[in-house]
């Protein structure tokens, strides 16, 4: 049985589309995995636009979204993933950050959709949609023996990493998130230990973190610190800055690749296997 990863949107902040972002892509944060029959999103940035269109192409029926938040460049891509117009599509969206008491993941979801932002309010959507928020930190179960583990993340507003798991394989994705030099993350360390894959915040350099200290992101070396020291096997750097054009995303990579062999940069379009 394998688990397949697939990077519809590697970057962060805001889409950039344009010729210096072809390499590895322009599109927000969203990532897809195919695992058992289930497909799982996390994040619902401008790359699932496209991933809604081959859904539907494919004929896939259900999926599960895990949101990590809901900054701008996590949901923007929601109102134009079509399946949400299908009567014959099913979705569950899940959020960890957000406070209960005031509504939720279904009252964020409402505002988006409403006027003056949006002209198709969600309760006249076709599709069954269940927007339900969990307590980070305990573990769901999804069809098919699929297990998804949360922690929170160190964001403004907050934020939820997670942990997906099946038959031995597992795969992480924390974003958004800020690490505190020197001192690695315990939350972190548990959630991402041993684990196959780790798509992590890394928005900035070591260097460029040091001017934008409190803005909530993390750096590709401290995503290579957190691996090794979690015994982590691979590690996915995500959440490209938007001024982080394909030149400097190629110096990056090259730079990662030489620290940490087991190191590599998103690109839009990519796919991992799991074996
Ligand atoms: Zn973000
Ligand atoms: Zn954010």
Redesign the pocket.
């Known amino acids: 049985m394998t688990m397949q990863v697939k990077f519809w949107g590697v970057r ?1 902040s805001i889409a950039c589309p344009t010729l210096r972002h072809i390499r590895y892509g322009g599109n927000t944060s969203c990532v897809e995995v195919r695992v058992a029959d289930e497909r799982v999103i996390f994040d619902a940035g401008t790359g699932i636009r496209q991933l809604g269109n081959q859904l539907l192409k494919k004929g896939v029926k259900s999926a599960n979204l895990f949101l ?2 809901t ?1 701008w ?2 949901i923007d891509g929601f109102p134009f993933f079509t399946p949400i117009y299908q009567d014959s599509f099913s979705l569950v969206v899940r959020a960890g950050h957000l406070n209960h008491l005031e509504g939720g993941i279904r009252s964020v979801i409402d505002k988006q959709m409403s006027n003056p932002y949006f002209p198709v309010p969600i309760h006249s959507l076709k599709a069954q949609i269940i927007l339900e928020d969990f307590d980070v930190g305990t573990p769901l179960t999804l069809p098919g023996g699929v297990v998804i583990r949360s922690c929170p993340l160190n ?3 907050q ?1 939820t990493g997670y942990r997906l798991e099946h038959q031995g394989r597992s795969v992480c994705y924390l ?2 998130t800020e690490h505190k030099p020197g001192q690695p993350d315990e939350n972190i360390l548990a959630l991402i230990q041993g684990a196959d894959l780790v798509i992590y915040d890394a928005t900035y350099t070591d260097a460029e973190y040091l001017q934008h200290v409190g803005w ?1 992101h993390s750096t590709w070396q401290e995503g290579i610190r957190l691996c090794r020291q979690a015994k982590a096997s691979n590690l996915v750097i995500f959440h490209h800055d938007p001024s982080h054009d394909d030149d400097t995303m190629a110096k990056i990579e090259k730079k990662a690749r030489k620290t940490w062999k087991r190191a590599m940069v998103a690109r839009q379009g990519m796919v991992l296997s799991l074996l």
């Open positions: 962060g990590s938040h900054h460049d996590h964001h403004p507003g934020a974003t958004d909530g």
